[in-house]
């Protein structure tokens, strides 16, 4: 019996890679949860002590947040929570053998990637 050997790439080129989506919705949760520890955590943390200084301070964050390009980071960092979330929950419940076969795994890394995206654009249309 003869089996034919398939070439190993000696370089793996990362974005040539079709990852299915259960993969994708698992790359995304580490992203964005190393966001928002890194960046989210410090800045709103900032954000908060400086808006809750003075009213002078107050009407300087919130001249600061009424930016479109800030506006645009937040919703940034509203889809990368809204991502974490959803995604987490997802995880639970893989932790306790619920949709664990192929086909509803699939299903669900789309219901997550789906409900994340309406829930940022739900909040964000209040935010702009």
């Known amino acids: 019996m003869t089996t034919a050997v398939r070439q190993r790439p000696k370089h793996l080129n990362l974005f040539k890679i079709r990852q299915p989506i259960p993969a994708i919705v698992s790359i ?6 190393a966001v928002l520890f890194l960046f989210f955590i410090p800045f709103g943390l900032s954000a908060l002590q400086g808006s ?9 964050w919130y001249a600061a947040f009424a ?13 990368a929570y809204m991502h974490h979330f959803c995604a987490g929950i997802r995880y639970l419940l893989l932790d306790l053998n619920k949709g664990i076969s192929l086909e509803s795994a699939r299903m669900s890394s789309k219901i997550v990637l789906g409900v ?11 935010i702009w």
């Open 28 to 33: 995304l949760h580490r992203i964005s949860g």
């Open 52 to 60: 809750l200084h003075s009213a002078e301070s107050f009407a300087q």
């Open 67 to 79: 930016n479109p390009i800030v506006k645009l980071i937040l919703t940034g960092f509203l889809w």
């Open 116 to 126: 994340s995206l309406v829930l940022t654009l739900l909040i964000a249309t209040k």
